[in-house]
């Protein structure tokens, strides 16, 4: 079965500061997706960055990065010199490459100190 | 604009009531979904259209009745309601890829629900 674990319910981080947000994933197909998704009170979700699983190199967005470790079926997302717009839910997620199916974590809260 | 919207962003209601939630997308994508999202809970997937056709229908209860008239346009239709519906209803799109998978999902800002 597909899944995405996010552990880490809430994380604080020093406006300026670096801060990673961990996920994992478990699929047997070898094809798949992943993607990170940032949901402000307001209540949109806000795509950030994908990345394939036959990608080679990890994804890069400006401030957010994708640490991409296959082996470990790990997705963490790194969001470098924080601000304190970043202050918001953080969603991973996974899509299979077959049909329309995403799978979401439960996310992880994130509060920037100023 | 925004990409997809959705109305109303907020809805108090009875459980006899009947209402219908809308959603609606202006970028080009051929498939829409509705989620819900639930406190301190993975966001539920409740319904799939892709091409207009309903692909994905994740034992949702029948009180919840979908409708997509064209590729731009979806409705939650809302009947009989229980106070544990009450929650945050998010519409999405994307657009299916050639290989059979789907780019990302581009959400709206989500229909709050407060079942009385």
Redesign the interface.
Known sequence: AQK?TQTQPGMFVQEKEAVTLDCTYDTSDP?Y?L?W?KQPS??????LI?QGSYDQQNATEGRYSLNFQKARKSANLVISASQLGDSAMY?C?M?????????????TSLTVIP | ETGVTQTPRHLVMGMTNKKSLKCEQHLGHNAMYWYKQSAKKPLELMFVYSLEERVENNSVPSRFSPECPNSSHLFLHLHTLQPEDSALYLCASSQTTGDGGTGELFFGEGSRLTVL
């Open positions: 995405i094809s997706g993607f998704y307001s209540g949109e979700m806000i795509f994908y969603f997620a899509s299979l490459n077959t049909g329309n199916q995403f799978y979401f974590g439960t996310g």
